[in-house]
């Protein structure tokens, strides 16, 4: 079954594929990240039941009832979140060394990354880093520290190896109003 991938204006990304055959006619509709899908299927020859699928979904949105669902944080994410508070605590990467990607390293040395992390630690001052990572999938998730000066925001990617590996780790200070 091929899909089309495409950003709609009101629903966000989405997927659909439409069907036919002599008798009928259908439209699917996925909308990833409110983790529901919307069917019609007709029983009229390539009946095209297109725009009915979405003003349904259009519908539900506009109902409240696209709510989605939570991500559960994966054992992997939770251990590289942890690697990466302890790597921030610590100044440099020596912590989470051995969870690091085998590509982590391409785009910025380990020195690099001590000059980054002393630079947000002295911006930022001290920092809670007891706020939960949120899941956005099994390998992906985003999370903010309240610090003295300002949040850090932050997000981890992992490789999608056996283990899995912190392929990206993402920080940024955003100073106190």
């Given at each position: 079954?091929?899909?089309?991938?495409?950003?709609?204006?009101?629903?966000?990304?989405?997927?659909?594929?439409?069907?036919?055959?002599?008798?009928?006619?259908?439209?699917?509709?996925?909308?990833?990240?409110?983790?529901?899908?919307?069917?019609?299927?007709?029983?009229?020859?390539?009946?095209?039941p297109?725009?009915?699928?979405?003003?349904?979904?259009?519908?539900?949105?506009?109902?409240?009832?696209?709510?989605?669902?939570a991500?559960?944080?994966?054992?992997?994410?939770?251990?590289?979140?942890?690697?990466?508070?302890?790597?921030?605590?610590?100044?440099?990467?020596?912590?989470?060394?051995?969870?690091?990607?085998?590509?982590?390293?391409?785009?910025?040395?380990?020195?690099?990354?001590?000059?980054?992390?002393?630079r947000?630690?002295?911006?930022?001052?001290?920092?809670?880093?007891?706020?939960?990572?949120?899941?956005?999938?099994?390998l992906?998730?985003?999370?903010?520290?309240?610090?003295?000066?300002?949040?850090?925001?932050?997000?981890?990617?992992?490789?999608?190896?056996?283990?899995?590996?912190?392929?990206?780790?993402?920080?940024?200070f955003?100073?106190?109003?």
């Amino acid at each position: 079954m091929g899909f089309i991938l495409s950003l709609d204006c009101d629903l966000g990304p989405i997927l659909t594929h439409s069907g036919g055959y002599p008798g009928f006619g259908s439209h699917l509709l996925l909308i990833p990240e409110k983790s529901v899908g919307v069917f019609a299927f007709a029983n009229r020859t390539y009946s095209g039941p297109t725009m009915a699928v979405r003003f349904a979904a259009l519908e539900l949105d506009r109902a409240g009832l696209l709510t989605g669902r939570a991500i559960p944080v994966s054992k992997p994410l939770a251990e590289a979140y942890d690697a990466a508070k302890a790597i921030y605590r610590a100044g440099d990467l020596r912590p989470g060394k051995k969870m690091l990607a085998m590509n982590f390293l391409l785009d910025r040395s380990e020195e690099n990354w001590a000059l980054e992390l002393a630079r947000l630690k002295q911006q930022s001052g001290t920092c809670s880093r007891d706020a939960p990572i949120v899941a956005n999938g099994v390998l992906t998730g985003a999370f903010s520290w309240t610090c003295e000066n300002g949040t850090i925001g932050g997000r981890l990617l992992l490789a999608p190896t056996a283990p899995p590996g912190i392929q990206a780790l993402r920080l940024s200070f955003t100073p106190s109003p």
